[in-house]
């Protein structure tokens, strides 16, 4: 999808992630007017504990949302006012992320390394 046009905001997500709440973001998305905002985000973690955080997740579309590096990249704007207008989302709103498949995963990718 190269344009916009018809959206307003974007969930970012990642393989694997789980929205919560979908019905309630969908009823709250005409009323939002802020550039950005911080979405719960709750992860089970390999050594079976879980850590919940904020995050930013829902962005307003054509408004300079990037990501910055290949790597452990970071969401960044050059407009630095924009920073100023995340807001927290409602906590029944969240993203849950099984992290422990992804442990998995690359202890597989290593084995097939290591013994090909």
Same mark, same amino acid.
């Given at each position: ?17 789980? +929205? ?40 307003? $579309? ?18 630095? $006012? ?5 807001? +927290? ?28």
């Amino acid at each position: 999808m190269d344009s916009f046009e018809d959206t307003t905001y974007v969930l970012l997500m990642d393989v694997g992630d789980v +929205l919560n709440g979908k019905e309630d973001l969908k009823k709250m998305i005409p009323q939002l007017t802020d550039s950005a905002y911080n979405v719960l985000q709750k992860w089970k973690l390999d050594d079976g504990t879980d850590t919940d955080f904020y995050n930013v997740r829902l962005i307003k $579309t054509n408004e300079g949302w990037k990501y910055f590096r290949e790597i452990h990249e970071v969401l960044i704007n050059d407009d630095k $006012t924009k920073f100023i207008q995340i807001n +927290l989302m409602m906590k029944f709103i969240s993203i849950k992320t099984d992290r422990t498949i992804m442990v998995k995963v690359k202890n597989v990718f290593y084995q097939i390394e290591t013994y090909s």
